[in-house]
């Protein structure tokens, strides 16, 4: 199935766009959603009219959160954990933690579905990304360690480190 894409999907495209998508993707999900149409000849001649609308959208959005991307971007987060022997932690650090903790330490309610990262299993320093918008991906760092161990957090300009634990 055909779709024209009125609203950015991530993962598949911006506004605008005429993707090729399974029949229940489309059906199920992007057309009850609002966020595309089926690809008609009439529909594909507003092509540039959807376009245009998103791409002010999207500098709108893009403008109200780049001081937020600026804020996060480059930040030190710790948690503290019980590990093994070997590095590996008693349970893990999830995105939601991770939204928890800048929501703590910087007054900024991020979802967890935003943050880009696999559960954290070991002990050290992780990168995450934290998707504001299809063009805004700031990167922060997360640091964990044992419990009990005092960390330095390499950057100067960084937050209060949240100390949070890991329960298995």
Do not use: W
């Not at 009125?6 to 609002?34: C, S, T």
């Not at 001649?45 to 791409?55: L, S």
């Not at 504001?132 to 640091?143: F, G, K, Y």
């Amino acid at each position: 199935m055909k779709v024209l894409l009125i609203k950015d999907v991530y993962k598949l495209g911006r506004a605008g766009d005429v993707k090729k998508v399974a029949d229940g993707f489309g059906r199920n999900y992007l057309i009850p959603q609002g966020l595309a149409v089926l690809a008609t000849p009439g529909t594909l001649k507003q092509v540039d009219q959807i376009r245009a609308k998103a791409a002010s959208r999207r500098q709108e959005l893009n403008s109200e959160m780049s001081s937020v991307a600026d804020k996060l971007n480059g930040k030190y987060f710790t948690f503290a954990s019980k590990a093994g022997e070997t590095g590996k932690l008693y349970g893990s650090i999830t995105t939601q933690m991770i939204a928890d903790a800048i929501k703590q330490n910087l007054g900024i309610e991020v979802d967890r579905h935003q943050i880009e990262c696999e559960p954290i299993r070991t002990l050290g320093e992780h990168v995450a990304h934290v998707r504001l918008t299809v063009d805004l991906v700031p990167e922060i760092r997360i640091l964990v360690h044992r419990e009990g161990e005092v960390v330095q957090v390499p950057s100067a300009e960084t937050e209060t480190p949240a100390e949070e634990t890991a329960e298995a």
